[in-house]
């Protein structure tokens, strides 16, 4: 719980606030950029209090998808109504989870809703509400960890709705040796006929991106949108594997059609088509030849 005694002086004054617990994952930033920003001591504040009922509402729906419980409020607010808004409708039949998990550093969690089924994109944190609507949305039957860093909870949906959890072997710990489905190899490898399992060795040796219905990529820590560069994204300073393999893994993705990416860190992007992606990620490519 935040903790008033704790607020960052670059609150702006009102009812919501952001303590010196924040770790800066940049959840809250999304969920509600119209209240909170990114301060130069690299920690969200709230830069405009809630002036309108939506605006108070994503305030409230970034408070409870903050990993860090790090967002408060000076009264006594429920935010119940804002935790049902989880998972929140992205495009389709894909949603973002919130309830961002510490363990994860606040990465983003997605559920994909199928008659065949409903795939969990990463751990989100086991919060008894958003495990309450995933029950009423019809359960996980697979959950997709995109890499080891970003595991979380994963027990926690496993024992709830005996879903099967999928990791690349070259990915898996201690804290996850028990998963029941640990691919091997580099090739893709097809889970069902609208989901592809891509290995994209880079920021981990096991990193892997999901490809769904051929529009959207889920990937990881693997590839995301910069806000402040304006265009698709990978840095070398957080691939903790090979930066070699992470462009050959990039360069690979140019054999693939999708619209959007989805990432565990860093922002979503939708591109207008499926060739406007694929220009963005030849720049990419050939930016990242170029540089390194």
């Keep these: 719980?935040?903790?008033?005694?704790?607020?960052?002086?670059q609150n702006l004054p009102g009812e919501f606030y952001v303590d010196r617990s924040c770790i800066d994952c940049d959840t809250c930033r999304q969920v509600a950029p119209a209240v909170f920003d990114r301060s130069e001591i690299e920690q969200s504040f709230v830069h405009h209090q809630p002036a309108t009922e939506e605006e108070h509402?994503?305030?409230?729906?970034?408070?409870?998808?903050?990993?860090?419980a790090s967002i408060g409020t000076v009264h006594r607010?429920?935010?119940?109504?804002?935790?049902?808004?989880?998972p929140e409708p992205i495009a389709g039949d894909v949603h973002y989870c919130g309830f961002a998990a510490e363990a994860s550093v606040g990465a983003s969690s997605y559920l994909i809703r199928r008659p065949e089924g409903n795939v969990l994109?990463?751990?989100?944190?086991?919060?008894?509400?958003l495990l309450e609507r995933l029950t009423e949305l019809g359960g996980v039957s697979l959950m997709f960890l995109t890499h080891r860093?970003?595991?979380?909870?994963?027990?926690?949906?496993?024992r709830r709705f005996g879903c099967d959890r999928i990791l690349h072997c070259d990915d898996v710990t201690a804290g996850t040796a028990?998963?029941?489905?640990?691919?091997?190899?580099?090739?893709?490898?097809?889970?069902?006929?609208?989901?592809?399992?891509?290995?994209?060795?880079?920021?981990?040796?096991g990193s892997?991106?999901?490809?769904?219905?051929?529009?959207?990529l889920f990937t990881g820590d693997h590839l995301w949108w910069s806000d402040k560069l304006g265009r698709l994204s990978a840095s070398r300073s957080v691939c903790w594997y090979s930066w070699g393999e992470q462009k050959r893994s990039i360069e690979r993705l140019l054999d693939f059609r999708f619209e959007w990416v989805l990432p565990g860190h860093g922002r979503r992007h939708h591109a207008a088509h499926p060739a406007a992606m694929r220009a963005e990620l030849e720049r990419l490519a050939h930016w990242i030849r170029k540089s390194s």
């Design 1 to 9: 719980m935040a903790r008033l005694s704790e607020r960052l002086p």
């Design 57 to 68: 509402r994503r305030a409230l729906m970034a408070l409870v998808a903050c990993p860090t």
């Design 77 to 86: 607010v429920s935010a119940a109504a804002s935790a049902r808004a989880f």
């Design 121 to 129: 994109v990463d751990s989100p944190r086991a919060s008894r509400p």
């Design 149 to 158: 860093d970003d595991v979380a909870d994963h027990r926690r949906f496993h």
């Design 178 to 205: 028990d998963i029941e489905r640990q691919p091997a190899g580099r090739e893709p490898i097809s889970l069902a006929g609208d989901l592809l399992m891509i290995p994209v060795p880079g920021h981990t040796p």
């Design 208 to 216: 892997s991106a999901l490809l769904y219905q051929e529009t959207f």
